[in-house]
């Protein structure tokens, strides 16, 4: 898609009250405002993976966490990864009624942007709009176009391939204003276990497995710092590792 026709996308995407937004994360199981429709269903061309840094759901600007964004099919074919790719992205799309999708669009903006007065440009904060056919579950020959955030690998908190203990390792002792980011990661994998059979996605469930595992051994009276240095091999030496607690402050919005 050109440039152009990008820009011309942005601006009329919806006017036909067919306005669908895909939600890969937390949208899953947090839905965006004033939906009336949400779609069980999958895009493809895309992996999804916890490679993106988050200061301000799931970490903070000094220790930040870890959320999944997406990154294109053939781009992730460069890179060496840990886990294999799904053939398919599931998750949920949501259908905002025309006279709701100015504010909703306004919500997602500052979402991704936690400030206000600035909306729907191309990129917010690093997250890009994107326009991807998607396939509901129940009506696999009738696809629809839906408007999707992603984390290019060009924005700031990209960090590329990940070492999946070392990863594990890292979400168990992350948290941020939104909660723990170990619930994030887990509650991902059961709304995902939600959309239908078929819908589960290999690099999430394998990372809640590690995490159970480090947890395990931290109920055995290993500290999750040690499990974290014989899981990880000390890969995150020097990032004084420890368990965190339950959340008190819980924010409404997150990506
Ligand atoms: C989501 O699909 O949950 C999502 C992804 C990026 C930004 C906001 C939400």
């Given at each position: 898609?050109?440039?152009?026709?990008?820009?011309?996308?942005?601006?009329?995407?919806?006017?036909?009250?067919?306005?669908?937004?895909?939600?890969?994360?937390?949208?899953?199981?947090?839905?965006?405002?004033?939906?009336?429709?949400?779609?069980?269903?999958?895009?493809?061309?895309?992996?999804?993976?916890?490679?993106?840094?988050?200061?301000?759901?799931?970490?903070?600007?000094?220790?930040?966490?870890?959320?999944?964004?997406?990154?294109?099919?053939?781009?992730?074919?460069?890179?060496?990864?840990?886990?294999?790719?799904?053939?398919?992205?599931?998750?949920?799309?949501?259908?905002?009624?025309?006279?709701?999708?100015?504010?909703?669009?306004?919500?997602?903006?500052?979402?991704?942007?936690?400030?206000?007065?600035?909306?729907d440009i191309r990129e917010i904060n690093g997250y890009s709009i994107q326009f991807?056919?998607?396939?509901?579950?129940?009506?696999?020959?009738?696809?629809?176009?839906?408007?999707?955030?992603?984390?290019?690998?060009?924005?700031?908190?990209?960090?590329?391939?990940?070492?999946?203990?070392?990863?594990?390792?890292?979400?168990?002792?992350?948290?941020?204003?939104?909660?723990?980011?170990?619930?994030?990661?887990?509650?991902?994998?059961?709304?995902?276990?939600?959309?239908?059979?078929?819908?589960?996605?290999?690099?999430?469930?394998?990372?809640?497995?590690?995490?159970?595992?480090?947890?395990?051994?931290?109920?055995?009276?290993?500290?999750?710092?040690?499990?974290?240095?014989?899981?990880?091999?000390?890969?995150?030496?020097?990032?004084?590792?420890?368990?965190?607690?339950?959340?008190?402050?819980?924010?409404?919005?997150?990506?």
């Amino acid at each position: 898609m050109t440039t152009a026709d990008h820009t011309r996308q942005l601006a009329t995407f919806g006017q036909n009250d067919d306005f669908w937004l895909f939600g890969y994360g937390s949208l899953i199981w947090k839905p965006p405002p004033h939906f009336d429709e949400r779609v069980p269903g999958y895009i493809e061309g895309y992996v999804r993976r916890f490679w993106q840094g988050s200061e301000d759901h799931r970490g903070t600007p000094e220790a930040p966490g870890r959320v999944v964004t997406l990154i294109d099919r053939a781009h992730w074919d460069t890179l060496t990864d840990a886990h294999e790719p799904t053939e398919r992205v599931w998750g949920a799309a949501y259908h905002i009624p025309r006279a709701k999708v100015a504010e909703v669009r306004e919500y997602l903006g500052c979402m991704l942007m936690r400030r206000h007065g600035q909306t729907d440009i191309r990129e917010i904060n690093g997250y890009s709009i994107q326009f991807t056919p998607f396939i509901p579950s129940s009506s696999p020959s009738t696809p629809m176009q839906t408007l999707v955030y992603i984390g290019l690998p060009s924005n700031p908190q990209f960090l590329g391939p990940q070492d999946p203990d070392a990863l594990a390792a890292h979400i168990l002792k992350s948290r941020g204003p939104s909660g723990e980011n170990r619930d994030y990661l887990f509650q991902l994998e059961e709304a995902l276990g939600g959309l239908g059979s078929g819908a589960g996605d290999a690099h999430v469930s394998d990372l809640v497995e590690r995490c159970k595992t480090l947890e395990a051994k931290a109920g055995k009276g290993v500290t999750v710092a040690e499990a974290d240095g014989e899981e990880a091999g000390k890969k995150n030496e020097g990032e004084g590792l420890k368990k965190v607690g339950s959340t008190e402050e819980q924010e409404e919005v997150e990506k």
